[in-house]
């Protein structure tokens, strides 16, 4: 997916209200969503549930035609990294690992939220790489404070991950959010400490750690949205919308 610009904008207080509501919102639908993701549910009853929910609130989901993506939600299973379009013929099965990832528009300001969850029983390595990416976005936010730097975000996921013995994915970033869906800046989830632009209260952020158990490299399949690991190993993805303030990050996309 795409950046419309480079420039960080900073929201206002009141635009960071929209925001924290339409992200608490978007977290209660993915919330709602993964409850029912088990063995033997395709992918596509989860779409359909998905838009379900968001009508009923009156609500726009973000994906949805987004450059022609055709879903509300991107479902990616097991290699599958990110983009993964919901099918009727995709049936979850024990010992998957699914990504839920979704975004809503909400009085003019976009919020982005992903999870990764275990279907049934789930082998230790699977169990493992989920906490990593878990484990490297909370680093992440941590390091999301006025007067640091956008490499001290990227490096502390970096970090997190390596210590773990995974990948991190390179081809695909975080970034900025608000009135567009992906704003500037792109947020790659490695990099030096000190480096990148200076961080600032008021910036809204879409942080979102992809993480291989094998190698970094990944491929494009034939829809030309699904991207799945070049080696065929498990991918997992977590994501947050956050906001910088001048008391530390807070999550917004949080039920």
Same mark, same amino acid.
């Given at each position: 997916?795409?950046? +419309?610009?480079?420039?960080?904008? !900073?929201?206002?207080?009141?635009?960071?209200?929209?925001?924290?509501?339409?992200?608490?919102?978007?977290?209660? /639908?993915?919330?709602?969503?993964?409850?029912?993701?088990?063995?033997?549910?395709?992918?596509?009853?989860?779409?359909?549930?998905?838009?379900?929910?968001?009508?009923?609130?009156?609500?726009?989901?973000?994906?949805?035609?987004?450059?022609?993506?055709?879903?509300?939600?991107?479902?990616?299973?097991?290699?599958?990294?990110?983009? &993964? /379009?919901?099918?009727?013929?995709? /049936?979850?099965?024990?010992?998957?690992?699914?990504?839920?990832?979704?975004?809503?528009?909400?009085?003019?300001?976009?919020?982005?939220?992903?999870?990764?969850?275990?279907?049934?029983?789930?082998?230790?390595?699977?169990?493992?790489?989920?906490?990593?990416?878990?484990?490297?976005?909370?680093?992440?936010?941590?390091?999301?404070?006025? &007067?640091?730097?956008?490499?001290?975000?990227?490096?502390?996921?970096?970090? !997190? !991950?390596?210590?773990?013995?995974?990948?991190?994915?390179?081809?695909?970033?975080?970034?900025?959010?608000?009135?567009?869906?992906?704003?500037?800046?792109?947020?790659?989830?490695?990099?030096?400490?000190?480096?990148?632009?200076?961080?600032?209260?008021?910036?809204?952020?879409?942080? +979102?750690?992809?993480?291989?158990?094998?190698?970094? +490299?990944?491929?494009?399949?034939?829809?030309?949205?699904?991207?799945?690991?070049?080696?065929?190993?498990?991918?997992?993805?977590? +994501?947050?919308?956050?906001? /910088?303030?001048?008391?530390?990050?807070?999550?917004?996309? !949080?039920?």
């Amino acid at each position: 997916m795409h950046y +419309e610009h480079d420039r960080i904008e !900073v929201k206002s207080r009141s635009e960071i209200e929209i925001m924290r509501v339409g992200g608490k919102i978007l977290r209660e /639908i993915i919330e709602n969503v993964c409850s029912v993701a088990a063995p033997g549910i395709s992918t596509w009853e989860l779409e359909t549930l998905a838009r379900k929910l968001f009508r009923e609130r009156k609500l726009q989901p973000s994906f949805l035609g987004y450059k022609g993506f055709p879903a509300a939600l991107c479902t990616s299973i097991n290699e599958e990294i990110v983009h &993964g /379009i919901p099918s009727a013929r995709r /049936i979850l099965k024990s010992g998957d690992i699914l990504k839920i990832d979704a975004g809503l528009l909400y009085r003019g300001f976009h919020t982005d939220c992903a999870v990764t969850i275990p279907i049934g029983d789930v082998n230790s390595e699977s169990l493992g790489l989920m906490q990593a990416t878990r484990d490297s976005l909370n680093a992440g936010i941590a390091r999301a404070c006025p &007067g640091n730097r956008l490499g001290d975000v990227s490096h502390a996921i970096q970090e !997190v !991950v390596q210590s773990h013995g995974f990948s991190v994915v390179r081809d695909y970033t975080g970034h900025g959010i608000g009135r567009k869906l992906h704003e500037g800046p792109q947020i790659p989830n490695y990099g030096r400490e000190d480096s990148g632009p200076r961080l600032k209260t008021g910036m809204a952020l879409a942080l +979102e750690p992809m993480v291989n158990a094998g190698g970094h +490299e990944t491929r494009l399949l034939d829809d030309e949205w699904t991207v799945i690991t070049a080696d065929g190993r498990r991918s997992a993805h977590f +994501e947050h919308t956050i906001v /910088i303030t001048d008391n530390g990050p807070q999550i917004l996309t !949080v039920a």
